[in-house]
């Protein structure tokens, strides 16, 4: 998770001191190494995908999570030079995760590999843990902070420490002390702790309006406060009625996904592949759906993304515009979680200053308009002229301006000063801490290692077959891009409507996407802006395509089809393809859909929207047969 650099980190009020500081050599860290390398070509395409686990206790009916994960933890980063997988400590205590050692090559046959490496990357944890305990692929644990949702357990402390939940214990917090002094520093540059709302699925017999008692702890702990609150929100004024409410960083970055980087072969395509996969960035979130449940209540929605943008959002209420500016410098229209604000074309009169910089490199940049980018945008006006006087070109310059209008969340007092031609620390301190669908990713310092995109939005599948679907479709889909010199650009302000509307229940059936009519380059394609080009579609035709028009899964089909391969690898490959097209045809279900009707028929759900420890232990045992279930077929 992000950049971990050890030392000692400051509380709160001792980090705005440094903040400009760590701004401004941070720029100057990211300026050192584009000239180095913004030349850099031909590099191959590899790639690699992390998928993040969570450790399951089983014990007389229940499921719960174990915070001893780090156990195992320590055991697998001792083996990992000798296995196919390395192995991270993460922001939960419960949670371990796993990356191939090395990339994935380039060759079609490289794809050929991913899914093995899942299997045998859970094989290798499973096997260190105890009989009682099972490594799991949950997106979002469905009963984290309900009841006695762990081994072991502490009652929460919601009047001091670093989260003050109500609902969940600091022990929950990995190890690193960068995750503590995270959620500590948020909360109080804030001015109150985080805030997550999700709407909760309403039941024949859920309580309406839906007012969630206080904990039964706090009853006496309140009384001795003097505080007489009933209901949640009665003590908080944050805590909606008929939602779900969350109040900490862990029910946010305790959750897990599955995320796939990949190597361009220059900085132009990274740029390019940036901007149009994120497009498809909330259709891939809506396929991938499988988390309708928090704190132990059926949700109505589908996916994590919102509740985890809430638990990282350490906007004040003057960056949020509910006050005028006064003290603080930029409104900022989202949180550090969000999707994208600026799209990256290096645009049809790009120069970039980039040695041997072939006409070829440019294909597919002259889709991009100015107009595309139309939504509410905050850059630091100062990071930009830094950035441009320093040879950056107007559109980078703008989405690290932009980047860096936020402050430095963990300063570590032994790293303040540092050497910006020999340390990257500045610059991905801020880098890492803006959790975006996509992440631009420079090279690190002394690395063979080029110029990156990572797909972040997708939620985490029940089974090791459908992570390496999806993560091998997101690669494929990349290629194709490439290959076919694909457009999917269209309006910022249209993704984030479809980012919001992939998020609701079932929104592969339910929901409609603003999506590109035509994806495929038109020779008499003008300059003019036309919403014309645009149509609300469906998931299945998005992805199936329609009676006039390929879908993307048949554009990646057709890639594959013309792609010079062994017959038994294409094959091998279009099962992934086609589990993608189940997917969005709803013949194959989102794992969300799977949990949320496996709860709603369960023979002890009373139809009020409760997932009990019994029904949450029955589900975990379900997802793991899933799992046994992929590997016989």
Not at 57 to 81: G, I, P
Not at 145 to 173: E, K, M, R, T
Not at 278 to 291: D, G, H, Q
Request: charged share 25%; aromatic share 10%.
């Amino acid at each position: 998770m992000g950049l971990l650099s050890l030392g000692t980190p400051l509380d709160w009020p001792d980090v705005p001191q440094y903040a400009d500081k760590v701004r401004k050599n941070g720029i100057q860290q990211f300026l050192n190494q584009f000239h180095k390398l913004k030349a850099r070509t031909r590099d191959q395409l590899l790639w690699g995908d992390e998928v993040e686990y969570c450790v399951i206790q089983f014990h007389d009916n229940e499921a719960k999570l174990s915070l001893e994960a780090y156990q195992t933890l320590d055991l697998l980063q001792q083996r990992q030079d000798t296995e196919s997988s390395s192995w991270h400590v993460e922001f939960g205590r419960y949670m371990l995760e796993g990356t191939p050692n090395i990339p994935y090559g380039h060759t079609i046959k490289d794809f050929l590999s991913v899914e093995d490496n899942m299997r045998a990357r859970r094989s290798l944890a499973a096997s260190l843990l105890p009989p009682d305990q099972a490594l799991m692929t949950l997106t979002h644990f469905p009963r984290l902070g309900a009841g006695q949702w762990s081994v072991p357990y502490q009652v929460p402390s919601p009047l001091h420490g670093y989260s003050q939940s109500l609902f969940l214990n600091d022990n929950v917090i990995g190890l690193h002390p960068r995750f503590r002094t995270l959620a500590q520093n948020i909360r109080k540059r804030r001015g109150s702790k985080v805030a997550i709302n999700v709407p909760i699925f309403r039941d024949t017999n859920t309580p309406w309006p839906f007012r969630e008692p206080i904990p039964d702890y706090c009853t006496e702990l309140f009384k001795n406060h003097g505080i007489h609150a009933k209901t949640l929100d009665e003590y908080c004024d944050q805590a909606k009625p008929n939602h779900i409410y969350m109040d900490a960083m862990a029910f946010g970055m305790g959750s897990s996904c599955l995320q796939v980087t990949f190597q361009a072969c220059t900085i132009e395509q990274a740029r390019l592949l940036y901007d149009q996969l994120a497009c498809l960035t909330p259709v891939m979130l809506a396929l991938s759906a499988s988390s309708p449940i928090y704190r132990g209540y059926l949700a109505d929605v589908d996916c994590r993304w919102n509740v985890i943008a809430g638990s990282v959002d350490d906007r004040t209420p003057q960056e949020l515009g509910k006050e005028p500016l006064k003290t603080d410098r930029f409104v900022m229209h989202k949180s550090r979680y969000d999707s994208i604000s600026r799209f990256l074309s290096t645009g049809p009169n790009y120069s970039g200053g980039c040695s041997g910089l072939r006409s070829g490199d440019l294909q597919g940049t002259e889709y991009f308009k100015p107009e595309y980018n139309d939504i509410p945008f905050s850059h630091d006006p100062e990071i930009y002229d830094i950035l441009v006087s320093g040879g950056v070109d107007d559109l980078l310059a703008k989405h690290y301006a932009h980047l860096f209008i936020r402050d430095p969340l963990v300063v570590y007092k032994e790293l303040v000063d540092q050497d910006n031609e020999n340390s990257m620390d500045h610059f991905e301190n801020l880098q890492s801490t803006n959790w975006q669908t996509m992440r631009f990713k420079p090279p690190p310092l002394n690395s063979q290692i080029g110029w990156r995109v990572e797909f972040r939005s997708m939620d985490l599948q029940l089974s090791d077959h459908e992570n390496a679907a999806f993560a091998i479709f997101i690669v494929l889909l990349a290629r194709t891009i490439i290959k076919y010199d694909l457009n999917f650009y269209q309006p910022l302000s249209q993704v984030d409507l479809n980012m919001q509307r992939a998020q609701q229940r079932d929104a592969v059936h339910g929901q409609k996407f603003w999506f590109r009519t035509v994806v495929h380059p038109k020779q008499d394609e003008g300059s003019s802006f036309d919403l014309q080009e645009f149509q609300e579609l469906s998931v299945n035709e998005i992805m199936n395509g329609t009676q006039h028009n390929l879908g993307v899964v048949q554009l990646v089909d057709r890639y594959l089809d013309e792609t010079e391969m062994e017959e038994v690898t294409r094959l091998k490959l279009k099962r992934y393809t086609n589990l993608v097209r189940q997917k969005a045809s709803g013949k194959r279900q989102t794992g969300a859909v799977f949990m949320r009707q496996f709860v709603l028929s369960h023979p002890d759900y009373k139809q009020d929207s409760v997932v009990s420890p019994k029904i949450n232990h029955d589900l975990c045992k379900r997802i793991l047969d899933l799992h046994y279930d992929d590997l016989l077929q």
